[in-house]
């Protein structure tokens, strides 16, 4: 048996869902309903304002599980889902309403307060990916993927720069000022997504932070449409990423 | 029976090849060796210094014939393949070699060069529009794409901007200089390729021919690495795109 305490396992979307807490942090896991096998983990980092559980989550884990037998977990970034909210959580989430409220520029709030938020949420990903690779259909020896749009890209480019068990990620639509120096850390292949029209994050920014990846192998999607207008095939298309990196086979075309 | 004359018929990697001649433009039709069902029709243009025959356009129509049930066209450009070279291609072409042989600029007579071949070829590719869709199988009420990179984009462009048939491309590889006004009159879906670290085309020129195209849906991918380090799997998402746009489904994945 595993030493992974699931404090709740059930059907979702025809795969298995298991609720796991490592470090008092709550993270789900997505396998295949059809057993148990050996497989590449996923991990996802979710959205700014959301959660482990959000539509946006089940639906990319939904892709990744079905269409490509993997294991997909995502755990609540702090202050977000099941977790407290700080005072200092508080105050910048009021500060973002504010500057959106009145139209000042939102980017060096979300910079400021997402690079907060990777500092505590690296090593509890390090920590939770510790915890998954004691399981036998993980182990230590598979290759581990990361995905994470928005506040996943600041907290993922920062774990992705200091954790060498990730050796494929899927970036996009984040504001370049806390990560450049992390990006330039990085060699595994990237796919990166920016908006073409972003009315939040300058073109120039997206493509500079692109740019700074090391990755030999690194793919710009950049898309015509303002920031929330990400265009759902982009999923697709990270599927299809991790299937080559990871080393599996897309069995219902995405 | 169709008006369009083949001059010859035969299988090709689990295709029907049929060559034909428009106008005396020699051209080649592949098509599911299933049989003649109606499919939408994608036209493809070839590199420059290359033919219709040339492996990449064989192993692209592969991809788009069996994986989509596409029917595919390419026809030889003006100077190419099977057709004779005039002075004014000699001297061009010398022009460029020079130029290569030398480390001049090559875009300045790439582009006067494709841009003269483009006024001949759009003509041509009309006409054989025109032959094509009195096929049975092909018809004149089904969707139409066009993928052309490199001078398949020089010729692409000014076609897509003066051809209502067609109604989605995949363009990439190509200097601006004479395609930006023909772009700002394109609004099909776009899917543009270029590459990151390009050492003939600048980036900056890159990113301004994409964003010239007045595409509601337009989508660059940059891909790290030089001008023929194009990665093979772009092929395969232009597959995707067209599928999307046409109305087909992938049946093997691509």
Not at 105 to 124: F, N
Request: net charge negative.
């Amino acid at each position: 048996m595993h030493s992974l305490p699931f404090t709740a396992e059930s059907p979702s979307n025809g795969m298995a869902e298991r609720d796991f807490t490592v470090g008092g942090v709550p993270g789900v896991l997505w396998s295949p309903a059809s057993g148990a096998d050996r497989a590449p983990l996923v991990l996802m980092g979710h959205g700014g304002g959301t959660h482990k559980k959000h539509l946006a989550m089940v639906g990319r884990a939904h892709l990744l599980v079905n269409g490509c037998g993997f294991h997909v977990a995502v755990i609540d970034a702090p202050g977000h889902g099941d977790r407290p909210r700080t005072a200092y959580d508080e105050q910048e989430i009021a500060a973002l309403r504010k500057a959106q409220a009145t139209g000042e520029p939102e980017g060096p709030i979300v910079v400021r307060y997402h690079a907060r938020l990777a500092e505590l949420a690296v090593p509890e990903w390090q920590a939770t990916l510790d915890a998954l690779q004691e399981l036998p259909e993980i182990g230590t020896d598979g290759p581990v993927g990361y995905v994470g749009i928005g506040m996943g890209t600041a907290i993922g480019v920062p774990l992705v720069a200091v954790e060498p068990r990730i050796t494929a990620a899927v970036f996009g639509l984040m504001w370049p000022d806390a990560l450049v120096e992390k990006a330039k850390q990085i060699t595994v292949p990237i796919e990166f997504g920016m908006q073409w029209d972003n009315e939040r994050i300058p073109r120039e920014a997206s493509l500079s932070l692109f740019d700074a990846f090391a990755s030999k192998e690194k793919t710009l999607h950049a898309n015509a449409g303002k920031h929330f207008e990400w265009p759902r095939f982009e999923a697709d298309s990270a599927v299809r990423f991790f299937a080559r990196h990871l080393g599996r086979t897309v069995t219902s075309p995405a």
